[in-house]
C-alpha cells in the first residue's frame, strides 16, 4: 500500500480494523468461561484482552477530523455471518482452528494500517506482530489439544468446522498435528 493514501481511506482502514479486533474481543471473551481446559482458558482470555488492546489503539491513533464529508461505513474486515458462526462453535478444539484459521489469518490478509503518520504505522506494526506472537500461542495450544483428543471430539470440531468452512467460503479441517506451529 503506499503511504500516501487519501485521508478518508486511513480512517475508514482504521475504523474497519479497530472494529474487527473490537468483535474477536468480544467473541473470544464470551468463549472464555465456557473452556474447561485451565490453560486454553488462561490462552483465550489473554487472547480477547490482547485484541481488545489492538480496539483501543487503533482507534486512538486513528486521525481526527471534524469534516469529513459523509461517507458509507467501511467494508467489514470479518462480517456479521460469519462472526455469528465462528461465535456458535461449540467445540473448543473448531474454536481455536477458526481463532487461528479465519480471524486472525483475515486481518493478516487485511495487512497493517499505514498511510497517516508514523503513529498509525508504528500501532500497525505493533498489532502485526502481537497477531504473530498470539499464532504462535495458539499453534502450541491446538497442537497439545490435538494430541490428547478422541476420535468423537475430533469428529465434532471438524463437523463444526465444515460447516464454517461453508460460511467463510474456504475449506476448514483439522490440521494434521505435524503442521501445527509451522503454519
Known amino acids: 500500500m503506499s503511504p500516501h493514501r487519501p ?3 486511513v480512517v ?3 475504523e474497519a480494523a479497530a472494529r474487527a479486533e473490537a468483535e474477536i474481543f468480544e467473541v473470544v471473551g464470551r468463549w472464555v468461561p465456557t473452556v474447561s481446559e485451565p490453560a486454553v482458558k488462561i490462552a483465550l482470555s ?4 490482547r485484541h481488545g488492546d489492538h480496539a483501543v489503539a487503533l482507534a486512538a491513533v486513528a486521525p481526527q477530523v471534524v469534516a469529513i464529508p459523509p461517507r458509507p461505513p467501511p467494508a467489514p474486515l470479518l462480517g456479521e455471518p460469519l462472526l455469528a ?3 456458535g ?4 478444539l473448531a474454536r481455536l482452528v477458526a481463532l487461528d484459521r479465519v480471524l486472525l ?6 495487512g497493517a494500517p499505514t498511510g497517516a503518520g508514523p503513529a498509525v504505522a508504528r ?5 502485526a506482530a502481537d497477531h504473530q506472537a498470539l499464532a504462535a500461542d495458539l499453534g502450541e495450544h491446538l497442537a497439545r489439544l490435538l494430541a490428547a483428543a478422541g476420535e468423537a471430539e475430533r469428529r465434532a470440531a471438524a463437523e463444526e468446522l465444515a460447516a464454517l468452512g461453508t460460511v467463510a467460503g474456504e475449506e476448514l479441517a483439522l490440521p494434521p498435528s505435524n503442521l501445527i506451529g509451522g503454519r
Open 85 to 87: 458462526a465462528v461465535a
Open 7 to 9: 485521508l478518508v481511506e
Open 12 to 14: 475508514a482502514g482504521l
Open 89 to 92: 462453535l461449540g467445540t473448543t
Open 123 to 127: 500501532c500497525g506494526a505493533l498489532v
Open 46 to 49: 489473554i487472547h480477547s484482552r
Open 105 to 110: 489469518a483475515r486481518l493478516a490478509r487485511a
